[in-house]
């Protein structure tokens, strides 16, 4: 999580830099036991939602039975200086990329699998996560062990 978008310098940079710096997204975790928020100032997992709802975080039959997957959640409200939507979007689009790049980047140094995905039932999923209708889910990564 630290190395997705965790903070790794003073007034709370970040790992992954953001649009005017607003840092706008959430990584929520899905794991087998429930779901989690990862809160960076205390480099902690914020317990959401207790239950196995890993077959919610994607439409692939993989997603299921992976043992880690991510939700990059957009608070578009930190998008405070437009209201058009679509320019919103586009740069949570941008945003999000350097963080799923970063967890990439740390899957791979450590053996690891990740896909970044893009199916999800983003509706369903958001009642899950008890989203506010400002938050969007823009993309996930799903990790795990190669086979």
């Not at 710096?21 to 809160?39: A, C, P």
């Not at 997992?45 to 919610?56: C, F, N, Y």
């Not at 140094?109 to 209708?133: F, M, Q, Y």
Request: hydrophobic share 40%; glycine share 6%; with cysteine.
């Amino acid at each position: 999580m630290w190395a997705a978008d965790g903070i790794n310098r003073k007034n709370d940079g970040r790992t992954a830099p953001s649009a005017r710096n607003i840092q706008e997204f959430d990584l929520y975790v899905i794991l087998r036991e429930g779901i989690y928020v990862y809160e960076p100032k205390q480099h902690h997992l914020q317990p959401v939602t207790a239950g196995d709802h890993r077959k919610s975080a994607g439409n692939d039959g993989y997603v299921a039975t992976a043992p880690l997957n991510l939700i990059y959640v957009a608070d578009l409200a930190k998008v405070n200086w437009t209201s058009d939507l679509n320019v919103k979007i586009r740069i949570a689009s941008l945003d999000v990329g350097f963080i799923a790049e970063n967890v990439a980047l740390f899957c791979s140094s450590e053996g690891l699998n990740s896909v970044p995905r893009l199916s999800i039932d983003t509706d369903s999923l958001a009642a899950i996560l008890k989203l506010r209708p400002d938050q969007k889910i823009i993309l996930a990564t799903t990790v795990g062990p190669p086979k």
